[in-house]
């Protein structure tokens, strides 16, 4: 089981670390995604850490955008930074065939 959390609203400009805990999976072996789907678009992706820490990012969200685990805590953070209206989506964790609830973030202009 998956389950976000730390989403909210927050202005342009702002931050926010979102979290992803699992429980009865562990982490440290296969990647973990983060993907997100605003209303009306399809889900998208945005980040992915490895099983070796490795890590990739969506061309809108680079730079902006950190994705790190701790592997002690089985969780997955994503920090967004730089937060622009176009980030409001539903953020979901995503591992293996495992999708969460999602973790609504909403960004005011």
């Known amino acids: 089981q998956l389950v976000e959390s730390g989403g909210g609203l927050v202005q342009a400009g702002g931050s926010l670390r979102l979290s992803c805990a699992a429980s009865?999976?562990?982490?440290?072996?296969?990647?973990v995604y983060w993907y997100r789907q605003a209303p009306g678009k399809q889900r998208e992706y945005v980040a992915h850490?490895?099983?070796?820490?490795?890590?990739n990012y969506a061309d809108s969200v680079k730079g902006r955008f950190t994705i790190s685990r701790d592997i002690s805590k089985n969780t997955v953070s994503l920090q967004m930074n730089i937060i622009r209206p176009e980030d409001s989506a539903i953020y979901y964790c995503?591992?293996?065939?495992?999708w969460g609830q999602g973790t609504q973030v909403t960004v005011s202009s």
């Open positions: 009865g999976i562990i982490f440290e072996i296969y990647p």
């Open positions: 995503h591992h293996r065939s495992h």
């Open positions: 850490i490895t099983g070796y820490g490795s890590t």
